[in-house]
């Protein structure tokens, strides 16, 4: 496919003699395309050129080399040079890639096989999965689809906090109180309800920590018993987790979480103390880390054992040596955001500076209802994530049972739709912003939302369908297409690349979900104003390839959210 903006630099770059590569960062799309579909402002030149920027643009308008094929006119407006791309070369190509690529349309080899690894959803066992974890699972699980789709290969590590003082609590309560709850049913539901009554009870009574503590010590140490109970609570838990992640198509490569690393600690520690890096403060070992205005990164904690971040590092270790990644993802919420600051300083004061700088945290804000209510922070009160799921397919089955009582399939497309709703509204918008969550909103089917998306390309099928299109792109005439709503959205299909591409970049899933949104709204005023099927068959053909071409990136972009499609809803 023609690269219009590299072509446009490389021209410019002949008269100026600038480099091309820079002259095509200054490129930019103007927001309304009466301005044209490129402009170069050159004004950025003048400093280098010595010449005023009408000048400039005067210079290089008389003297720019582009074939036919590409320009089909350009003109002078302030410092600015606005650039009109010639459009039916821009659908030509945009139609055979899209033909030629299919559902692998928009993607690219820029990652050329080199590892990434996406730490996400890690749920702390025997402790609620609550509605936070969504959004870790979610936003990571479209990085792991956005990665491998730009040819990089994506390692997924659920990192299971499946060790630590919880596990102390739930043993002793269970010892306790086993007798007063029902393990024939709801194995883990009972589990949950020992924690929460601990945690409560342990106010009162400090005591019962000290009982949790000696219970913990057991585990680590080895005891029999305890290692046996422990292991029974993570098998529970993890069939559990697997029908939330069933329902959201999460994949993992790896689940090894906190207890994996509970022998390899050590060394890691070791290699600290070698490295002069392990202060002693208050009974603890710690990083200093007051030279880069950081608290200490603790160690070993004052009761001599290892903490969240020894774990960190000694996986951080793990990861560097099996995976030799070229990035290291760590979807967590906003609220760690020191922890991990410390953990990446950590590990280059360790002399790793050039994998501490492959680290990044990607931190994402709250779940929180339309009053802003941080949701499922009540204690005892979490709302868990496959109750939400089921939830949101039973209500999208009722208002199919409404709307269309004859579909087909109707669960099937209630998961669907149901689920992708979920997802979508998790990422519609940057990821650092709170996350409202409103069925009504969600669930609109007008709104900019995946029901809204996923209605639109049901759309496509259908026109499809009653046309009985098969691709035939060898006869498009594409000088056909010429409405303004028409080329809008051929000069978004154009750019899916590079939104992906840019997504993968700032760790940014909502990038694809909003050019997703824009895709869908600007090819429904283009039908809204236009019929698809016409008597004009040439008009028809170009207009019917128009849509195969929108339905197939729509589905690409929302299996890159990690939504499905449905065919008919
Ligand atoms: N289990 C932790 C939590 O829920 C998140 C773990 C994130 N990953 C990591 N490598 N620290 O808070």
Redesign the pocket.
Known sequence: MVNFKSEIAKAISKITNIDEKELETYIEIPPNSDLGDYAFPCFKLAKTLKKAPPVIAQEIKEQICLGKDILEKIEIVGGYLNIYINKEELTKNVFWEIEKKKELYGSSNIGNGKNVVI?YS???IAKPFHIG?LR?TVIGGSLYKIYNFLGYNSVGIN???DWGLQFGKVMAGYDMWKDEYDFTKDEIQAILKIYIRFNQEEKEKPELTEKAREYFKRLEDGNEKEIKTWKWIRNLSLANYQKTYDLLNSKFDSYNG?SYYNDKMDAVVEELREKNLLKPSEGAEVVDLSEYDMPPCIIITSAGTTI?ATR?LA?LKDRINKYNFEKAI?V??NE?RL?FKQVFKVLELMGYPEYAAKCEHVPFGLVVDKDGEKIGSRKGNSVFLEDILKEAMQKVEKIIEEKNPNLEDKKEVARKVGVGAIIFNDLSNSRIKDEIFDWDMLLNFQGETGPYIQYIYVRTKSLLEKAGYTPEIEKVDFSKLKETEAIQTIKLLYRFNEIVENAALKNEPSIVARYLIDVAQSFSSFYNEHKIITEDKAVQDARLALTYCVGTVLKTGVTLLGMEMPNKM
């Open positions: 730490d890690a749920p702390n974890h870790s990192y299971l906090g906190e969240y960190d996986s760590y967590v919420g760690q922890h």
